[in-house]
């Protein structure tokens, strides 16, 4: 009897797997994209986790597009446009022919009603709101014109409106559904229609047969794909293997040890992307000792063999990174590559220089007192140099520096590896690794750092003004500079490319002067795909792949 | 006897002297832990080699993802390892013992309110519960060592408090009370030696998957500084490196089962023991 209920059991669980997810009533061919994070909200007027581009870059249509290849703004929903001299309002001209997927029509008003919804601060936005910078309200001139003013001219408009945050939805579905849920019920213009997103399970998409009015670089492939479920796997170690094993047919942020391996099998292919925006970089504390120094913080620079990190971490798969800004990014400027090459000398004279002369028992450098350096001030009096300086002789002050790292994009790996090159000329590094990014601004509010990663991803430079203007919210170096302001403030007000291109290469030397980052690897996101998908290709930000130009070439029977 | 199949292995190995072979594991690990600055082929901290280096003559058990000798990792590693656990451990059974034998042998209100305030810990998975405390306290090996504790500490006193409640009504603890024991005596003097087999078997087994959820907290990136060598985050860092260099396991984790199988096999065979000694 028992062993028939088990039997009985056993069977039903069976069935329940058996049964068939809405995924697979819908067309064919089917592939399964893994997606690395499960992002807390997937609505993207809202949340600002990159991961949710990935399915809804193609759910959505933006009102300009750019070129992947050129970088140049391209018709997206708008056909055309035309910006003001003073850079003050911009006046769009709309397709006429544009559908939603629920088939309310697209028009002036769908702008407007997007853009009201992004603006209320009953929404929450996290990031589209940001992207909209100095926007002053809309006036909509006709049914299908409308014009967007700004109360300050705010240059990275137009690459704002061409991301996914700033993607046109349908007014009939904002209005049927509120904050919370119209994330599970999303209609945009898109080549591709959501069907139905399970949390920390699925979000499956299907193809919009009526797409009719996508940017030249979107190209129908021969075999197109029909239907995209996208899975969560989370853990790094397992992308490689899923996607061997045919449970995905591509996936992102595969490990560089397994990209290695994948690269050897003739039926995966992988695709390294350049991410553009702020590489892999450890921002330095100018007002915590003994980092406040320029000489130190240079000094750590020459001290980091760079190349050897990216030989051992990253398995040669990423660039060095010698800037603020990766070569991937508008306006980067390429005078700042293979500054503070790797050299030891250099690292050594210069922390002599600033007072780390001797070496203690441990092989750690320390500064004797005497120098002009003050005692660490405990409840803000200012310590009495004259008090023990016999006993202050003996000790001196040694280079002790501490970093703090999240624990993902194998940051921790790095810290290690700089902390025992480091190590070698004396200088003790030690390492506190936080559980996440909440923990991560919890650790930069206490100021108890010299070195802390952050970085974020964009095509735009106007990103470094978040990091090095003076009161900026992630300003975690502690740096004031009027100038280095000016150069980041004016970069986002000025409209003409040259000016900006002269005013963002001046942030980037200045940033690497006053050596303010340790920037090491500009990020590459490794993605690995089966050799039978076709077209694969990623839009002008990297992270976002062009699903529409996807094909999968039928198995082969022989 | 019934035996967990994992510990065949031992039990026949022991049946030799059941005291003698996990008393001389633990002596082994132990002393090797200790000994690591003197031992230790390298600093374990130190980039010595090529990464994932299979196991040569330099260095015995390969190199792990970075570049370090794995040998040496393992012997500093025992350091933090553990002292987290007897730390945790200690946070189990100290006050574990203290509230479940009060709860057992007062009964009552004492009884309902102690047990209840275990009961509502024992509703979350311990790992859970283990994860919100270390998320209150912050990343570090105190940290894990005080979240681990607090999350095995209900389980064991409610197993003291059974074994406690079942002894209570013993026809030599009646004799006790008759003769005019008090009730602080009682229980130092005929409940703990009475229920202490019991308690350290169970001892053994909190020892055991302290030991597991600690490396998973370390694991998580609970564990502060990463270049700390530590088994739960060498087995951590093996499993992204298990395709390429799949050795790379095997010391952290032989490290730890060895560990956990020995004091299983000690606290059963001492408890064999005081059966016996009664």
Known sequence: MRYLVACALILSLLLAACVPSSASKLPEPRIVYGLSLMPSGFDPHINASAELGIPLRSVYDTLVYRDPATGDYVPGLATEWQITADGLSYTFTLRRDVKFHDGTQFNADAVGTNIDRIMVPETGSQKARFMLGPLAGYEILDNYTIRLNLSQPYAPLLDSLSQVYLGIASPRALAEYDNATYQFHQVGTGPYKMVEY???????????????????????????????????????????????????????????????????????????????????????????????????????????????????????????????????????????????????????????????????????????????????????????????????????????????????????????????????????????????????????????????????????????????????????????????????????????????????GAAQTRIMERALILPVRDYVNLNGATARLEGVAFDAQGWFPILYNFGLTPEDRN | MRLPPGDVFVFVVSRTDRLKVPLAVLATIILATTLAPVIAPYDPMAITGEPYQPPTREHLFGTDTLGRDVLSRTLFGGQQSLSIVLIGVAIIILPGTVLGMSAGFYGQWTDRLLMASMDILLAFPNLLLALVIITLLGSGGWQIAIAVGIAGLPAYARIARTATATTRNALYIDAARAIGVRSDRLLSHHLLPNVLPLLLSFAAVSLSWTMLNSAALAFLGFGGDPSVPNWGVMLAEARYAFRVAPWMSIPPGLAITATVMAVNRLADASQERFRNRT
């Open chain 1, 198 to 504: 399970v949390p920390g399970n699925r979000l499956v998409l299907t193809r919009n047969p009526d797409y009719a009015w996508g940017p030249p670089f979107y190209v129908m492939p021969a075999n197109p794909v029909q239907t995209i479920e996208f899975r969560f796997l989370e853990d790094p170690p397992t992308r490689a293997l899923a996607l061997e094993s045919g449970e995905v047919q591509i996936v992102g942020e595969i490990l560089p040890v397994d990209a290695q391996l994948l690269s050897g099998n003739p039926g995966l292919r992988l695709y390294p992307v350049p991410i553009p925006g702020q590489p892999l970089q450890f921002m330095m504390n100018t007002s915590r000792f003994p980092t406040d120094s320029d000489a130190v913080r240079q000094a750590l620079l020459f001290a980091t063999n760079r190349a050897a990190i990216v030989d051992t971490v990253f398995q040669q798969f990423s660039p060095v990174a010698y800037g603020p800004l990766s070569p991937s990014t508008d306006y980067y400027y390429d005078q700042v590559a293979n500054s503070y090459s790797y050299n030891i000398e250099q690292a050594q004279s210069l922390l002599s220089a600033a007072g780390f002369t001797q070496t203690n028992s441990n092989g750690i450098l320390f500064a004797p007192t005497g120098l002009d350096i003050p005692p660490t001030p405990v409840g803000g009096s200012v310590g009495d140099l004259t008090a023990t300086p016999a006993a202050a002789q003996i000790t001196g002050i040694p280079l002790e520096l501490t970093m703090v790292v999240p624990p993902w994009g194998l940051v921790p790996q790095v810290a290690q590896v700089i902390q025992s090159q480091w190590r070698e000329i004396g200088i003790d590094l030690k390492i506190e690794q936080v559980a996440g990014l909440n923990q991560l601004r919890e650790a930069a509010e206490t100021g108890r750092y010299n070195l802390i990663a952050m970085n974020s991803p964009g095509r735009d430079p106007s990103l470094l003004e978040q990091y090095f203007v003076t009161n900026a919210p992630f300003n975690w170096t502690g740096y004031s500079d009027l100038e280095l302001d000016a150069y980041l403030q004016e970069g986002s007000r000025q409209i003409d490319s040259q000016m900006r291109g002269a005013l963002y």
